[in-house]
């Protein structure tokens, strides 16, 4: 597989209460493409930061963040924003939809920076949510779902200008255990089927289980990458 996402001496601190906190510390990490990855490690290890600076969220203090081929330490912010549009999608642990869009409504947002006209993204969120087993819910809104549901819908808006890159935080945080393994089933069936390069930052081993390898943080630096020997 090609190397799809690479930090090469990647530095980034934040000021808090006037002294600079290191997050992450010249961390040099490879991933290869179409591959599903677990991000792990205490709090304030830097997997969120980590994953905000390959989703182009923020940038890195020094060193070079390369998604493609493409060096998004070069890019200025409405490059950066040009670049997320059509490279990448986002799923939360709160999920961040809007109660007050249907589900095909908040699937069809992130198309409304592509050149796509209106048939256009109405049919490609569809699809994107039949992908999800959702084709029966779009014109349900937020508080008509339930929380797996909510997600399924996230994940529909993360893939609906087809990215090659997922970067999900927590995705199963706020869900039972019967819904979150529904949820990285279908993170997976994304990874196997379609080809996509996902990323995930977790806390749960269980969810951990589903990856194809797990890396390890600590203190902004890189710890072991293990290959996982159950793939969920």
Known sequence: MAEAIQLRSVTKAYQRAGESLRVLDELDLTMAGGTFYALMGPSGSGKTTLLNL??????????????????LTRLDGGELAAWRAGN????????????????RENVELPLQLTPLSRRQRRAQAERALQLVGLGDRMDHK???????????????????????????????????????????????????ELGKTILMV???????????????????????????PGRG
């Not at 990448?88 to 589900?103: D, E, H, I």
Request: aromatic share 4%; charged share 25%.
């Open 88 to 103: 990448v999608g986002f799923v939360f642990q709160g999920f961040n939809l809007l109660p007050v869009l249907t589900a």
């Open 54 to 71: 390959v989703g182009g969220l923020d940038h890195a203090d020094s060193g070079a963040v390369l998604v493609g081929d493409v060096d």
């Open 142 to 192: 937020p508080r008509e779902l339930s929380g797996g549901q909510e997600q399924r819908v996230a994940i529909a808006r993360a893939i609906a200008t087809d990215p090659q890159v997922i970067l999900a935080d927590e995705p199963t945080g706020d869900l039972d255990r019967t819904t979150a393994d529904a949820v990285l089933q279908l993170l997976q069936r994304l990874n196997r």
């Open 202 to 228: 977790t806390h749960d081993p269980q969810a951990a289980g589903y990856a194809d390898k797990i890396i390890h943080l600590d203190k902004g630096k890189l710890g072991r990458i293990e290959t996982n």
